[in-house]
């Protein structure tokens, strides 16, 4: 039995991969293939957790995606809204 949807399981692994890299800008295409999580998928599902204010997205060579909140801070609701 399933609790949550496959977007909110990538969500989550999405997440628990910025979580372990604090302060660091990860690059999609990096945190895809490290999860094995399709790259438009987890771009998709990026956007969602930017505009909910949870991660963080930089753009240009150096740029990437990191938290924009302390890790203590986002619960499992805030990620499934």
């Known amino acids: 039995?399933?609790?949550?949807?496959?977007g909110c399981d990538y969500?989550?692994?999405?997440?628990?991969?910025l979580a372990a890299?604090?302060?660091?800008?990860?690059a999609l295409k990096d945190m895809a293939a490290e999860e094995a999580i399709p790259a438009p998928?987890?771009?998709k599902v990026l956007q969602h957790l930017v505009k909910a204010g949870i991660v963080r997205s930089v753009k240009g060579?150096?740029?990437?995606?990191g938290l924009a909140l302390a890790p203590?801070?986002?619960t499992l609701l805030a990620v499934k809204a």
């Open 1 to 6: 039995m399933m609790l949550w949807s496959s």
């Open 11 to 17: 969500a989550i692994r999405a997440l628990t991969h």
């Open 21 to 26: 890299r604090p302060g660091a800008l990860v």
């Open 41 to 43: 998928f987890v771009g």
């Open 61 to 65: 060579p150096h740029g990437g995606y």
């Open 72 to 74: 203590r801070a986002i």
